[in-house]
C-alpha cells in the first residue's frame, strides 16, 4: 500500500474506533504487521481509566453496500 494510502487507512480506523466508543480517548495509533498483514493497533483509555489495545484489519473490511437505485417519474 503507498504511503498515503497506509496514513488515511490509520485515519480512518482511529475514526470508527471513535466514534463507536464514545467515551474512550485514544492515546496512540501505528501501524504493524500481524501474520504477514498490515493492521492498525489502537491504545485507548477507556472510560472506567483502564488502557486497552484495539487492532484493525483494513483489508478484511468489507466494502460498503451499493447503493440502492432511486425511482423515478419513468419507470
Do not use: E, G, I, K
Given at each position: 500500500?503507498?504511503?498515503?494510502?497506509?496514513?488515511d487507512a490509520l485515519s480512518d480506523s482511529v475514526r470508527r474506533f471513535e466514534r463507536s466508543n464514545r467515551g474512550s480517548r485514544v492515546l496512540s495509533a501505528e501501524r504493524m504487521q500481524a501474520d504477514g498483514r498490515d493492521v492498525n493497533r489502537i491504545k485507548a483509555m477507556d472510560d472506567r481509566g483502564r488502557v486497552r489495545i484495539?487492532?484493525?484489519?483494513?483489508?478484511?473490511?468489507?466494502p460498503p453496500p451499493p447503493?440502492?437505485?432511486?425511482?423515478?417519474?419513468?419507470?
Open positions: 500500500m503507498p504511503p498515503n494510502r497506509n496514513r484495539y487492532v484493525d484489519d483494513p483489508q478484511r473490511r468489507a447503493s440502492r437505485p432511486t425511482r423515478d417519474d419513468h419507470d
